[in-house]
Protein backbone atom coordinates (compact mmCIF):
# COMPACT_ATOMS: atom_id res chain seq x y z
CA UNK A 1 0.00 0.00 0.00
CA UNK A 2 2.53 2.52 0.70
CA UNK A 3 4.69 1.38 -2.69
CA UNK A 4 1.40 2.11 -4.32
CA UNK A 5 1.08 5.73 -2.48
CA UNK A 6 4.17 6.57 -3.11
CA UNK A 7 3.38 5.81 -6.80
CA UNK A 8 0.33 7.52 -7.13
CA UNK A 9 1.92 10.68 -5.28
CA UNK A 10 4.60 10.32 -7.63
CA UNK A 11 2.32 10.41 -10.52
CA UNK A 12 0.51 13.45 -9.36
CA UNK A 13 3.23 15.36 -8.91
CA UNK A 14 4.10 14.38 -12.64
CA UNK A 15 1.16 15.37 -14.14
CA UNK A 16 1.14 18.93 -11.94
CA UNK A 17 4.76 19.77 -13.20
CA UNK A 18 3.42 18.21 -16.81
CA UNK A 19 0.12 20.93 -16.01
CA UNK A 20 2.17 23.68 -14.72
CA UNK A 21 4.72 23.26 -17.88
CA UNK A 22 1.85 23.64 -20.40
CA UNK A 23 0.39 26.05 -18.87
CA UNK A 24 3.87 28.17 -18.67
CA UNK A 25 4.73 27.21 -22.37
CA UNK A 26 1.03 28.24 -23.29
CA UNK A 27 1.34 31.72 -21.04
CA UNK A 28 4.52 32.73 -22.34
CA UNK A 29 3.50 32.23 -26.01
CA UNK A 30 0.34 34.81 -25.21
CA UNK A 31 2.88 36.84 -23.99
CA UNK A 32 5.36 36.84 -26.94
CA UNK A 33 1.99 37.37 -29.00
CA UNK A 34 0.88 40.11 -27.27
CA UNK A 35 4.17 41.94 -26.71
CA UNK A 36 4.89 40.69 -30.96
CA UNK A 37 1.60 42.64 -31.63
CA UNK A 38 2.60 46.12 -29.63
CA UNK A 39 6.05 46.18 -31.28
CA UNK A 40 4.41 45.93 -34.80
CA UNK A 41 1.56 48.53 -33.96
CA UNK A 42 4.70 50.88 -32.23
CA UNK A 43 6.67 49.84 -35.83
CA UNK A 44 3.28 50.85 -37.85
CA UNK A 45 3.03 54.79 -35.92
CA UNK A 46 6.22 55.60 -35.55
CA UNK A 47 6.61 55.16 -39.53
CA UNK A 48 3.20 57.35 -39.66
CA UNK A 49 4.80 59.81 -37.73
CA UNK A 50 7.62 60.39 -40.02
CA UNK A 51 4.89 60.50 -42.60
CA UNK A 52 3.00 63.52 -41.11
CA UNK A 53 6.33 64.88 -40.23
CA UNK A 54 6.95 64.98 -43.78
CA UNK A 55 3.26 66.26 -45.34
CA UNK A 56 2.53 68.87 -42.67
CA UNK A 57 6.36 70.28 -43.07
CA UNK A 58 5.79 70.58 -46.92
CA UNK A 59 2.55 72.90 -46.01
CA UNK A 60 4.09 74.91 -43.60
CA UNK A 61 7.84 75.65 -45.47
CA UNK A 62 7.36 74.07 -49.04
CA UNK A 63 10.45 75.18 -50.18
CA UNK A 64 11.91 75.61 -53.82
CA UNK A 65 9.17 72.75 -54.51
CA UNK A 66 7.36 73.69 -57.85
CA UNK A 67 3.64 72.54 -57.99
CA UNK A 68 4.50 69.23 -59.81
CA UNK A 69 7.03 68.03 -57.20
CA UNK A 70 5.01 69.27 -54.55
CA UNK A 71 2.13 66.97 -55.98
CA UNK A 72 4.54 64.20 -56.34
CA UNK A 73 5.69 64.14 -52.87
CA UNK A 74 1.99 64.32 -51.60
CA UNK A 75 1.06 61.25 -53.63
CA UNK A 76 4.08 59.30 -52.16
CA UNK A 77 2.54 60.46 -48.24
CA UNK A 78 -0.71 59.06 -49.57
CA UNK A 79 1.08 55.59 -50.98
CA UNK A 80 2.70 55.43 -47.82
CA UNK A 81 -0.55 55.89 -45.87
CA UNK A 82 -2.08 53.32 -47.76
CA UNK A 83 0.64 50.56 -47.29
CA UNK A 84 0.29 51.46 -43.23
CA UNK A 85 -3.19 50.93 -43.74
CA UNK A 86 -2.52 47.82 -45.38
CA UNK A 87 -0.24 46.71 -42.74
CA UNK A 88 -2.73 47.57 -39.90
CA UNK A 89 -5.37 45.63 -41.42
CA UNK A 90 -3.01 42.25 -41.76
CA UNK A 91 -2.54 42.39 -37.76
CA UNK A 92 -2.83 39.35 -36.27
CA UNK A 93 -4.68 40.16 -33.17
CA UNK A 94 -3.98 37.87 -30.00
CA UNK A 95 -5.95 37.72 -26.96
CA UNK A 96 -7.76 40.38 -25.93
CA UNK A 97 -6.73 42.42 -28.64
CA UNK A 98 -9.83 42.09 -30.88
CA UNK A 99 -11.34 45.67 -29.55
CA UNK A 100 -8.33 47.32 -29.74
CA UNK A 101 -7.59 46.41 -33.01
CA UNK A 102 -11.04 47.48 -34.50
CA UNK A 103 -10.65 50.89 -33.04
CA UNK A 104 -6.72 50.44 -34.54
CA UNK A 105 -8.47 49.89 -38.16
CA UNK A 106 -11.20 52.81 -38.24
CA UNK A 107 -8.16 54.95 -36.98
CA UNK A 108 -6.33 53.94 -39.81
CA UNK A 109 -9.16 53.75 -42.35
CA UNK A 110 -9.92 57.36 -41.77
CA UNK A 111 -6.02 58.37 -42.11
CA UNK A 112 -5.82 56.92 -45.48
CA UNK A 113 -9.27 57.69 -46.75
CA UNK A 114 -8.25 61.80 -46.03
CA UNK A 115 -4.85 61.30 -47.65
CA UNK A 116 -6.40 59.98 -50.63
CA UNK A 117 -8.48 62.71 -50.99
CA UNK A 118 -5.96 65.24 -50.10
CA UNK A 119 -3.91 63.76 -52.66
CA UNK A 120 -6.94 63.95 -55.58
CA UNK A 121 -7.69 67.18 -54.92
CA UNK A 122 -4.42 69.19 -54.24
CA UNK A 123 -3.93 69.34 -58.13
CA UNK A 124 -6.39 71.80 -58.35
CA UNK A 125 -6.13 73.51 -55.45
CA UNK A 126 -2.66 74.85 -56.51
CA UNK A 127 -4.34 75.71 -59.49
CA UNK A 128 -6.69 78.14 -61.09
CA UNK A 129 -9.77 76.81 -62.17
CA UNK A 130 -11.57 75.10 -59.24
CA UNK A 131 -9.08 75.55 -56.57
CA UNK A 132 -11.31 77.12 -54.13
CA UNK A 133 -13.70 74.30 -53.99
CA UNK A 134 -10.44 71.62 -53.89
CA UNK A 135 -9.00 73.45 -50.98
CA UNK A 136 -11.90 73.72 -48.94
CA UNK A 137 -12.28 69.97 -50.01
CA UNK A 138 -8.68 69.42 -47.93
CA UNK A 139 -9.67 71.54 -44.98
CA UNK A 140 -12.55 68.68 -44.75
CA UNK A 141 -10.26 65.86 -44.59
CA UNK A 142 -8.32 67.90 -41.73
CA UNK A 143 -11.18 67.02 -39.95
CA UNK A 144 -11.04 63.78 -40.01
CA UNK A 145 -7.33 63.25 -39.73
CA UNK A 146 -8.47 64.98 -36.73
CA UNK A 147 -11.29 61.88 -36.00
CA UNK A 148 -8.85 59.35 -36.29
CA UNK A 149 -5.81 61.28 -33.69
CA UNK A 150 -8.83 61.12 -31.27
CA UNK A 151 -9.71 57.66 -31.71
CA UNK A 152 -6.28 56.40 -31.48
CA UNK A 153 -5.37 58.84 -28.45
CA UNK A 154 -8.87 57.46 -26.66
CA UNK A 155 -9.46 53.78 -27.31
CA UNK A 156 -6.44 52.43 -28.79
CA UNK A 157 -3.93 53.14 -27.08
CA UNK A 158 -5.07 52.99 -23.89
CA UNK A 159 -6.78 49.60 -24.46
CA UNK A 160 -3.70 48.03 -26.19
CA UNK A 161 -1.67 49.80 -22.91
CA UNK A 162 -4.49 47.94 -20.38
CA UNK A 163 -4.22 44.24 -22.10
CA UNK A 164 -0.67 44.51 -22.05
CA UNK A 165 -0.95 45.19 -18.42
CA UNK A 166 -3.20 43.01 -17.31
CA UNK A 167 -1.18 40.13 -18.45
CA UNK A 168 1.74 41.59 -16.45
CA UNK A 169 3.98 42.76 -19.53
CA UNK A 170 5.97 45.40 -19.08
CA UNK A 171 7.98 47.73 -21.48
CA UNK A 172 5.86 47.46 -24.41
CA UNK A 173 3.58 50.46 -24.06
CA UNK A 174 2.49 51.79 -27.59
CA UNK A 175 3.64 55.30 -28.23
CA UNK A 176 1.49 58.72 -28.79
CA UNK A 177 -0.07 59.11 -32.44
CA UNK A 178 -0.61 62.54 -33.65
CA UNK A 179 -1.03 62.77 -37.33
CA UNK A 180 -2.55 66.12 -37.15
CA UNK A 181 -0.49 68.57 -35.42
CA UNK A 182 -1.92 72.13 -34.41
CA UNK A 183 -5.39 70.54 -35.52
CA UNK A 184 -7.30 74.11 -34.46
CA UNK A 185 -4.62 75.97 -37.38
CA UNK A 186 -5.04 73.33 -40.10
CA UNK A 187 -8.56 73.11 -39.66
CA UNK A 188 -8.87 76.79 -41.00
CA UNK A 189 -9.79 76.72 -44.64
CA UNK A 190 -7.92 79.71 -44.86
CA UNK A 191 -4.58 79.07 -43.42
CA UNK A 192 -4.91 75.81 -46.06
CA UNK A 193 -5.34 78.12 -48.46
CA UNK A 194 -2.20 80.21 -47.72
CA UNK A 195 -0.25 77.16 -47.26
CA UNK A 196 -0.98 76.07 -50.76
CA UNK A 197 -0.23 79.43 -52.36
CA UNK A 198 3.35 79.11 -51.28
CA UNK A 199 3.82 76.78 -53.48
CA UNK A 200 6.75 77.96 -56.50
CA UNK A 201 4.24 78.50 -59.48
CA UNK A 202 0.81 77.95 -57.65
CA UNK A 203 -2.30 80.03 -59.20
CA UNK A 204 -4.72 78.96 -56.59
CA UNK A 205 -4.77 79.96 -52.88
CA UNK A 206 -4.27 82.89 -50.97
CA UNK A 207 -0.92 84.81 -48.96
CA UNK A 208 -2.06 86.27 -45.85
CA UNK A 209 -2.87 89.76 -45.66
CA UNK A 210 -4.72 91.64 -47.47
CA UNK A 211 -6.13 91.17 -51.16
CA UNK A 212 -8.11 93.38 -53.43
CA UNK A 213 -8.22 94.67 -57.20
CA UNK A 214 -9.18 98.15 -58.50
CA UNK A 215 -10.68 98.81 -61.92
CA UNK A 216 -9.66 102.08 -61.66
CA UNK A 217 -10.67 102.95 -65.71
CA UNK A 218 -11.19 101.93 -68.75
CA UNK A 219 -10.81 103.89 -72.60
CA UNK A 220 -11.68 102.39 -75.76
CA UNK A 221 -8.96 103.47 -78.72
CA UNK A 222 -8.32 106.27 -76.61
CA UNK A 223 -11.35 107.73 -75.68
CA UNK A 224 -11.89 107.74 -71.99
CA UNK A 225 -15.46 105.59 -71.02
CA UNK A 226 -17.67 106.67 -68.17
CA UNK A 227 -19.38 104.26 -66.43
CA UNK A 228 -23.32 104.00 -66.35
CA UNK A 229 -23.11 106.55 -69.28
CA UNK A 230 -23.32 106.99 -73.08
CA UNK A 231 -20.13 107.78 -75.06
CA UNK A 232 -20.00 108.31 -78.33
CA UNK A 233 -16.87 106.42 -79.97
CA UNK A 234 -15.60 107.41 -83.84
CA UNK A 235 -13.38 104.54 -85.19
CA UNK A 236 -12.55 105.11 -88.88
CA UNK A 237 -10.63 102.70 -90.07
CA UNK A 238 -9.54 101.18 -86.68
CA UNK A 239 -10.39 97.95 -84.94
CA UNK A 240 -12.01 98.67 -81.77
CA UNK A 241 -10.29 97.96 -78.78
CA UNK A 242 -10.71 98.17 -74.98
CA UNK A 243 -7.94 99.15 -72.78
CA UNK A 244 -8.77 97.97 -68.91
CA UNK A 245 -6.84 99.60 -66.02
CA UNK A 246 -5.96 97.77 -62.73
CA UNK A 247 -4.13 98.31 -59.47
CA UNK A 248 -3.71 96.02 -56.86
CA UNK A 249 -4.67 97.80 -54.06
CA UNK A 250 -3.55 94.82 -51.43
CA UNK A 251 -0.52 93.85 -49.80
CA UNK A 252 0.70 90.73 -51.80
CA UNK A 253 1.81 90.30 -55.23
CA UNK A 254 -1.00 88.68 -57.27
CA UNK A 255 -0.59 86.07 -60.35
CA UNK A 256 -2.48 85.55 -62.89
CA UNK A 257 -5.50 88.65 -62.91
CA UNK A 258 -8.26 87.95 -65.15
CA UNK A 259 -9.70 90.80 -67.07
CA UNK A 260 -13.13 89.98 -69.23
CA UNK A 261 -15.45 92.45 -71.14
CA UNK A 262 -18.69 91.31 -71.98
CA UNK A 263 -20.20 93.06 -74.88
CA UNK A 264 -23.86 93.05 -75.24
CA UNK A 265 -24.35 89.79 -72.71
CA UNK A 266 -22.59 87.65 -75.54
CA UNK A 267 -19.50 85.55 -74.20
CA UNK A 268 -16.87 86.90 -72.96
CA UNK A 269 -13.50 88.61 -74.03
CA UNK A 270 -10.63 87.51 -71.40
CA UNK A 271 -6.93 88.47 -71.29
CA UNK A 272 -4.46 88.29 -68.39
CA UNK A 273 -2.23 89.97 -66.56
CA UNK A 274 0.73 87.60 -65.50
CA UNK A 275 1.83 89.90 -62.02
CA UNK A 276 0.81 92.84 -60.70
CA UNK A 277 3.16 93.61 -57.43
CA UNK A 278 0.81 95.16 -53.88
CA UNK A 279 0.34 98.89 -54.95
CA UNK A 280 1.01 98.80 -59.00
CA UNK A 281 -1.29 99.51 -61.74
CA UNK A 282 -1.03 97.84 -65.20
CA UNK A 283 -3.11 97.97 -68.25
CA UNK A 284 -4.25 95.04 -70.38
CA UNK A 285 -5.82 95.28 -73.79
CA UNK A 286 -8.49 93.30 -75.21
CA UNK A 287 -9.87 93.66 -78.92
CA UNK A 288 -13.26 93.48 -79.30
CA UNK A 289 -13.87 90.55 -81.83
CA UNK A 290 -16.62 90.89 -83.71
CA UNK A 291 -16.66 94.23 -84.14
CA UNK A 292 -19.85 95.69 -82.57
CA UNK A 293 -21.84 98.81 -84.41
CA UNK A 294 -24.25 101.22 -83.31
CA UNK A 295 -24.94 101.28 -79.74
CA UNK A 296 -23.72 98.46 -77.61
CA UNK A 297 -23.11 97.78 -73.57
CA UNK A 298 -19.81 97.19 -72.36
CA UNK A 299 -19.49 94.86 -69.32
CA UNK A 300 -15.76 94.80 -67.77
CA UNK A 301 -14.98 93.11 -65.17
CA UNK A 302 -11.79 92.54 -63.20
CA UNK A 303 -12.01 88.58 -61.74
CA UNK A 304 -11.48 88.19 -57.98
CA UNK A 305 -8.28 87.07 -56.61
CA UNK A 306 -8.38 84.58 -53.42
CA UNK A 307 -8.69 86.34 -50.57
CA UNK A 308 -10.09 89.62 -51.83
CA UNK A 309 -12.54 90.09 -49.59
CA UNK A 310 -14.51 93.19 -51.56
CA UNK A 311 -15.33 93.18 -55.54
CA UNK A 312 -17.69 96.28 -55.51
CA UNK A 313 -14.53 98.13 -57.27
CA UNK A 314 -14.03 95.24 -59.82
CA UNK A 315 -16.76 95.70 -62.06
CA UNK A 316 -18.53 98.45 -64.34
CA UNK A 317 -20.64 99.27 -67.21
CA UNK A 318 -20.38 101.55 -69.98
CA UNK A 319 -22.81 102.56 -73.07
CA UNK A 320 -20.95 103.23 -76.29
CA UNK A 321 -22.15 104.67 -79.49
CA UNK A 322 -19.94 103.29 -82.09
CA UNK A 323 -19.87 106.01 -84.84
Avoid at 60 to 87: H, I, K, Q, W
Avoid at 129 to 152: C, F, H, P, W
Avoid at 207 to 234: P, Q, R
Wanted: with cysteine; aromatic share 4%.
Amino acid sequence: MLRRALALGAGLLILILIVLGVKGCLNARKHRALSDYARNVTQIVEETQQTSKAFFGKLNDPGELSVTDFVAEVNADRSAMDNYVSRIDGLDAPGDMGHAQTALELSYELRGSAMTEIAEQISTALGDVGSEKATAAIARQMNKLMASDVIYGTVVRPEIDRVLADNGIEGDDVPKSVFLPDETKWLDENTVSSALASVSGATGGATSGVHGLGLLGSSLNGTELVADATTAVGLGEESPQIEVEVQNQGESTENSVTVSVTVGGGGGLDQTISSIGAGETQSVSIPLVPAPAGKATLEVEVKSVPGEQVTSNNEATYTVEFE
